[in-house]
C-alpha cells in the first residue's frame, strides 16, 4: 500500500499524530514535552524508541510497543557513544533502512531483532547541526512503513527541539525575571539591614526561593587578622546549625578566596573537591556551588550552596545568579562589619576606660577585679575570664576572681596552677609573656579545665608591672580562633592597668601595715619607756611585739660582757619555760652570731642554716637583730615564726628600728637602776652616821655599824674586827 491508497484509519492515525505534534509545540516545560512526545508514539503504529543525547551518549526518554501497548522492556537506558559517534550515526536526513542493514549501534539492532522487526526508520533530532537525539521507528514483517505514516513522525522530530528550546527560552526567561527580582529584593534588603543576621536570614531566604529551599546554604567571612574563616551562617535542609571556625587553606573556600573566582562541581563532585584540596565540613556534597565576595580586589568572604544527594543540580543560571548576588551583598556585607567591629570595639575602649577610672579611684582590688572579668566576658562576648595572682612565695598562681559558676567553685576551693608549669596559666606566669591558643584541638599536653568543656581557644596575658609578674588576666572562648591581634592588644592593655591596680592595692595595704605597725610600736616604745624597770620594759616590748608579728615566738636576750654570753631575759610565745631560761655564748647559733658580729640576720629556712640552734622543732623562719647603743652590744632581739619566708625586709627594718629605741631604753634603764643605788647607798650611810654620831658607847657603835650594814647589803651575819696593839698605849683598831 502507498501513499495514494492510505486506508481511512491510517488518515484518522495521521491527524491524531499531527494534533500530538501540536501538543509537543506548545508545551509549557520539559515535563510536558517529554509527555507530548509519550502520547505521538502511543498513536503511532510503529515500535517507537525516543532518546535523547547526554554527556556519555544516549539516555532513554520514552518508548512503546504497539502490540503491547507497553514500553520496550529490551530497550536499554543508556548508550554509550561519543560526540563523534552520535554525529557519525545520527546527523543525516530521515531514513528507512532493513533492519539487517540499518546503521545503527547493536544494542538498538538486537532490540529491533527481538520485536521482529523488519524494517527500521531513523529520524535524527537535529538543532542548529547538533543532534540532540534520535527517534527510531520499527516496522514488523506485516506492517507498511509509509512516507505518509512517517511524514508526521518526521515533523515530530523537527518540532521536538524547537519545543526544547521555546522551554529553555521560557525557562531562562522566567529564571532571569526570578534573578532579576532577588536582586532587586536583595537590593532593597541591603539597604534596609542594619546587622549581619538580619542580611544573612534575607540573602537566604532569596536563594531558597529562587533555587530551592532543600539545598545547603553558608556564608563565610574572612579573618585576614588571624588567617581564618568564620562561618556564622549555615542552613542544612531547611535548619540552622554551625561549624567551627577553620584556618585559611582547608576546603573549597580557601580556593574561592585564593583565586578570586566562582568554582562550580556538579560531577564527580567530591573526587574533584579532593583533588583541588577541598576538606569536606558536614555530608560531602555531590553538586557544590561558591562564590567569592570581593570588595576593592581583596576577598571578604563566601557564598556556598550545596546538594548532598544529587549531582548536575546546579546550571549556568544559578552561577549567574550567585555571581550577580554576591556583588551586591559583598559591599554590604563588609560596611556592616565595619560597621559592627567599630562599635565592637569602640565597647571594648570604653571597658578599658571604665576600668582605667577604676583604677584611678579605687583602692579595693577585689572589686576591681570582679568588674573587670565580668566586663570582659559580656562586652567581648567571651566564654569565660578570670584573674590569676602569683603567692608571694613566687610558686604558684592562684585564681582571685572568674566568671559563671566554674569560676565560683574554683575560688571555693582554692583553685591555683604551679608557676612554670604545662598549663597556660603556668607558662605565661614563668615566661611573663602573653599565650594565645587559638585552637586547643591542635595543640599538644594542653591542660583543658573539666568545668570548663566548652573551651575552644584561650588568651593568657600577664599582669606585669616592669619585670615583676603580680598574676594572669585569662580568657576563654567557646570559638576556635576568637583572638585576633586587635582583640589581644586591647586585653593587653586591661591587663596592664589591673597590674597597676594591683600593686596600689599592695601599696596601700603595705603603708596600712606599715601604719599600723608603726603605731604599735610606738605602742611598744612608749610603754617600755614608762617602765619602772628594765625586767617591765623588756616584757612590755615582747608582748607588744607578738601583737605586731601575729604570735610568732619573741625572745630578748641580754649581754654579760664578762662572760661573753647572752640570757634571756624575757620572752613569749616558747612551748616551755627552759626555753626562756636559755643562755648562749657570744659566736654560738644564730643569736650569738648576731651578737659578736653586730650584724642582722633575716633566716628563710632555719634548716639550711648550720647556725641555728633548735629548741622549737616546729620553726622554720628566724629573725635577730642587735641591741646596740653607743657602738655597745646591750643584747640580742630574736623572733621566730613556724612559716618559711615569714619576715621580709620591711620586717628587718621595722624591728631594727625597734631594737635602736629599745637598745636605748634598756641602757637609759641601767643607768637610771644604778642612780637610783647610788642614792640609796648614800642614804643609808647618811643614816648610819647619824645613828653612830648620836652614841659614844663603843658597843653600841659596833651594833648599831653591824646591824645597819647587813640591812645595806642583805647580808645575814656581819662581824667588827678590833685589834688591840699593845705598843700602841692602848688605842683600838677596826676591821
Not at 545503527?104 to 543532534?131: G, H, N, R, T, Y
Not at 606566669?429 to 599536653?445: F, G, R
Request: charged share 20%.
Amino acid at each position: 500500500m502507498d501513499d495514494k491508497t492510505a486506508s481511512l484509519s491510517d488518515l484518522e492515525q495521521i491527524i491524531r499524530i499531527h494534533q500530538a505534534n501540536y501538543l509537543v509545540f506548545h508545551a509549557a516545560s520539559e515535563r510536558e514535552v517529554t509527555q507530548a512526545i509519550a502520547k505521538v508514539l502511543h498513536l503511532c503504529p510503529y515500535v517507537s524508541l525516543y532518546y535523547a543525547v547526554n554527556h556519555t551518549g544516549l539516555e532513554r526518554v520514552a518508548t512503546y510497543a504497539p502490540e503491547t501497548k507497553k514500553s520496550v522492556k529490551d530497550a536499554p537506558n543508556t548508550v554509550e557513544m561519543s560526540p563523534a559517534e552520535v554525529a557519525q550515526f545520527f546527523s543525516g536526513e530521515p531514513k528507512v533502512f532493513g533492519a539487517e542493514n540499518a546503521p545503527l549501534p547493536e544494542a538498538f539492532k538486537s532490540v529491533f531483532s527481538s520485536l521482529l522487526c523488519s524494517q527500521v526508520a531513523v529520524l535524527p533530532i537535529v538543532w542548529d547541526v547538533e543532534v540532540q537525539g534520535v527517534l527510531l521507528l520499527g516496522a514488523t514483517a506485516n506492517q507498511a512503513m509509509t512516507a505518509a505514516l512517517i511524514a508526521p513522525l518526521s515533523k515530530l522530530a523537527e518540532a521536538i527541539p524547537i519545543a526544547m528550546s521555546n522551554v529553555k527560552a521560557k525557562n531562562a526567561t522566567k529564571q532571569r525575571l526570578r534573578e532579576m527580582e532577588a536582586i532587586s529584593e536583595t537590593s532593597q534588603v541591603i539597604t534596609s539591614a542594619t546587622d549581619m543576621e538580619q542580611l544573612y536570614e534575607a540573602l537566604y531566604q532569596q536563594i531558597s526561593a529562587t533555587m530551592g529551599a532543600d539545598l545547603h546554604f553558608t556564608i563565610a567571612l574572612h579573618e585576614p587578622a588571624n588567617a581564618t574563616i568564620e562561618i556564622p551562617f549555615v542552613v542544612e535542609r531547611g535548619k540552622r546549625t554551625r561549624y567551627e571556625t577553620i584556618p585559611v587553606g582547608e576546603g573549597l573556600i580557601s580556593i574561592l578566596l585564593r583565586t578570586r573566582q566562582p568554582l562550580m562541581l556538579v560531577e564527580d563532585t567530591i573526587r574533584r573537591a579532593k583533588a583541588l584540596g577541598g576538606k569536606a565540613v558536614g555530608d560531602p556534597a555531590l553538586s557544590w556551588l561558591g562564590c567569592p565576595l570581593i570588595v576593592g580586589g581583596e576577598p571578604v568572604g563566601a557564598l556556598v550552596v550545596q546538594d548532598t544527594e544529587k549531582e548536575g543540580r546546579f546550571t549556568q543560571d544559578d552561577l549567574r545568579l550567585l555571581i550577580s548576588l554576591s556583588a551586591q551583598v559583598a559591599g554590604a556585607i563588609y560596611n556592616i562589619r565595619l560597621l559592627e567591629d567599630a562599635r565592637r570595639r569602640a565597647l571594648q575602649l570604653e571597658t578599658v576606660a571604665e576600668i582605667s577610672r577604676e583604677v584611678s579611684s579605687s583602692l579595693i582590688v577585689d572589686n576591681l577585679l570582679l568588674q573587670a572579668v565580668t566586663l570582659v566576658r559580656e562586652r567581648f562576648n567571651f566564654y569565660h575570664a578570670s584573674v590569676f595572682l602569683v603567692e608571694p612565695q613566687g610558686e604558684y598562681a592562684t585564681i582571685r576572681e572568674a566568671t559563671g559558676e566554674a569560676g565560683l567553685q574554683m575560688k571555693r576551693a582554692g583553685h591555683k596552677l604551679a608557676v612554670g608549669s604545662k598549663s597556660v596559666v603556668g607558662y605565661v606566669t614563668q615566661t611573663k609573656e602573653a599565650l594565645v591558643v587559638n585552637d586547643i584541638s591542635k595543640t599538644p599536653n594542653y591542660f583543658a579545665n573539666p568545668l570548663l568543656p566548652e573551651t575552644k581557644a584561650e588568651a593568657c596575658l600577664p599582669l606585669k608591672v616592669g619585670e615583676r609578674v603580680l598574676g594572669v588576666l585569662d580568657v576563654q572562648s567557646n570559638k576556635s580562633y576568637a583572638f585576633n591581634n586587635e582583640t589581644i592588644k586591647i586585653l593587653q592593655i586591661l591587663a596592664d592597668q589591673l597590674a597597676v591596680a594591683v600593686v596600689n592595692s599592695e601599696l596601700f595595704a603595705e603603708a596600712q601595715e606599715r601604719l599600723s605597725q608603726h603605731r604599735l610600736l610606738h605602742h611598744v616604745t612608749t610603754a617600755a619607756a614608762s617602765s619602772t624597770s628594765i625586767e617591765e620594759a623588756l616584757n612590755s616590748a615582747v608582748q607588744g611585739l607578738q601583737v605586731t608579728l601575729g604570735g610568732d615566738q619573741i625572745a630578748i636576750l641580754l649581754a654579760d660582757k664578762e662572760q661573753k654570753t647572752l640570757e634571756v631575759r624575757s620572752a613569749i610565745g616558747y612551748p616551755n619555760d627552759e626555753s626562756a631560761r636559755l643562755k648562749v655564748p657570744f659566736g654560738v647559733g644564730v643569736t650569738g652570731w648576731v651578737a659578736a658580729h653586730r650584724l642582722a640576720q633575716r633566716i628563710n629556712d632555719v634548716s639550711k642554716d648550720s647556725r641555728y640552734l633548735s629548741v622549737n622543732p616546729k620553726v622554720r623562719a628566724e629573725l635577730a637583730i642587735p641591741l646596740i647603743y653607743r657602738n655597745e652590744v646591750l643584747g640580742v632581739m630574736n623572733v621566730e615564726s613556724p612559716r618559711q619566708n615569714a619576715y621580709s625586709e620591711n620586717d628587718e627594718e621595722m624591728l631594727g628600728t625597734l631594737a635602736g629605741s629599745l637598745a636605748a631604753i634598756i641602757a637609759h634603764s641601767r643607768l637610771l637602776e644604778q642612780f637610783r643605788q647610788q642614792v640609796e647607798r648614800e642614804r643609808l650611810l647618811y643614816e648610819i652616821t647619824n645613828k653612830l654620831r648620836r652614841t659614844t658607847n663603843i658597843e653600841k657603835i659596833l651594833t648599831i655599824t653591824t646591824t645597819e650594814l647587813s640591812k645595806a647589803v642583805n647580808a645575814r651575819r656581819a662581824n667588827v674586827v678590833i685589834k688591840v696593839d699593845s705598843v700602841a698605849a692602848g688605842t683600838p683598831t677596826e676591821e
